[in-house]
């Protein structure tokens, strides 16, 4: 519990009011029931601002904020810590230079940890693979005028190869092998972004933890995936998510996961 008062004192200076936005009464309400310590009030209030309105970083960092008084408050509910991390990721991807929002993740995913490792169970958060990471260092779009850029050095490579010599020649000998090499380092790359975008979510675990199927729903031989994990969401058959947890894939049930709105 002190280390839930920390992040309590850490945060509760920090509530977000929004600028002068034309946000509707659920935000205004939650706001007045934050700052009037009314928890259950304030979470229900910015949870139907999530159901109804398109998302807003300042409503989902409150709702993240309440839902951590509500643990401090000791009137914590199942999945209250990874609720609250779900709200900052998705604070986050709406404003991702938002330090508030990166410092109150860290102290919540931090929390989880620390009571997993008193409970004896691993602490360690997975990290993205490295093809994951690699796709990450670029936007799509960079991605992609890459992979033109490589495109058409391999298409003046093959027209200028063929004259006979030359400076023209010689430029065609040196564009094509480099064009054919960047062509088959870009374009996967942006075939990996144009994937994640279209094909897939963020979500985040919102139960104490979740111990993912295969396809054929047994159990996979790993560790569960614990509260507040940041989960790659892809396909949905019928209850269960099929999600991405650094290597790990597997199927989890829908209502585990919350999946992040980014506007």
């Known amino acids: 519990m002190a280390c839930v008062i920390v992040l309590f004192l850490a945060l509760s200076a920090s509530v977000a009011v929004a600028e002068e936005e034309a946000l509707p ?5 939650g706001l007045a029931a934050l700052e009037a310590g009314r928890y259950e009030d304030a979470i229900a209030q910015y949870e139907a ?3 109804r309105m398109p998302s807003h970083p300042d409503a989902s960092y409150n709702r993240g904020l309440a839902y951590v008084m509500r ?4 009137a914590e509910k199942p999945g209250d810590l990874g609720q609250a991390a779900a709200a900052f990721e998705e604070a986050l991807l709406m404003r991702p230079d938002d330090l508030e929002a990166e410092n109150a993740l860290k102290l919540v995913q931090g929390e989880v940890a620390r009571r997993r490792s008193r409970r004896g169970e691993d602490a ?21 005028l890459a992979a033109v850029v490589a ?14 010599e030359g400076t023209g020649h010689l430029a065609g000998v040196i564009l094509l092998p480099l064009g054919a090499a960047l062509s088959l380092v870009f374009l996967p790359l942006y075939l990996g972004a144009r994937h ?10 919102v139960t104490r933890q979740a111990a993912p199927v295969d396809d054929r729903g047994g159990r996979l031989a790993v560790e569960p995936i614990p509260e507040a ?9 019928g209850r269960l998510l099929h999600v991405r947890y ?10 585990t996961v919350r999946l992040l709105r980014p506007r």
């Open 196 to 205: 994640l975008r279209l094909d897939t979510q963020v979500g985040v675990l």
């Open 124 to 144: 360690v958060i997975a990290r993205p693979t490295l093809d994951r990471v690699v796709v990450g260092l670029a936007s799509e779009t960079t991605w992609a």
């Open 49 to 51: 601002f999530a159901d």
């Open 229 to 237: 994990a940041r989960l790659e969401v892809g396909e949905r058959r």
């Open 71 to 74: 643990v401090r408050n000791d």
């Open 151 to 164: 495109s058409l050095m391999l298409a003046a490579g093959m027209v200028l190869r063929r004259k006979k």
């Open 25 to 29: 009464d659920f935000y205004a309400a």
């Open 246 to 255: 650094g290597s790990l894939e597997g199927w989890l049930p829908a209502d």
